[in-house]
Nanobody
Framework: VQLQASGGGLVQPGGFMRLSCGASGFTLDSYAVCWFRQAPGKEREGIICILNEGSSTWHADSVGGRFTISRNNAKNTVALQMDSLTPADTGDYYC????????????????????WGQGTEVTVSS
């Protein structure tokens, strides 16, 4: 069982970036998935999630209207589309799978997530 995040890099303020989280060893659609962000010097925080039932999503206020999460079941991936990026979005981004049986809680506590991608760095700077 493995998750792998990809797509990070350097982008200018106001730009966009798309991250992808790929799964191996299990079907990602069977689980809720969240993206977490750890900004420099700060704790890791959950920013956006997609549920395993249908396409319901949750997002933190800080990314509302700018970030979108979606699934591609054929590819067994979850994508994070980030628009209108600001320097405050700089950080390491992790995708994570919610543990089976865990309740949906928001903002998502990291302890409720059992498998994590390795993290991908996003830097928003001119």
């Amino acid at each position: 069982v493995q998750l792998q995040a990809s797509g990070g890099g350097l982008v200018q303020p106001g730009g966009f970036m798309r991250l992808s989280c790929g799964a191996s060893g299990f079907t990602l659609d069977s689980y809720a998935v969240c993206w977490f962000r750890q900004a420099p010097g700060k704790e890791r925080e959950g920013i956006i999630c997609i549920l395993n039932e249908g396409s319901s999503t949750w997002h933190a206020d800080s990314v509302g209207g700018r970030f979108t999460i979606s699934r591609n079941n054929a590819k067994n991936t979850v994508a994070l589309q980030m628009d209108s990026l600001t320097p405050a979005d700089t950080g390491d981004y992790y995708c994570a799978r919610q543990s089976a049986g865990a309740h949906h809680r928001y903002p998502p506590p990291a302890d409720d997530y059992d498998y994590w991608g390795q993290g991908t760095e996003v830097t928003v700077s001119s």
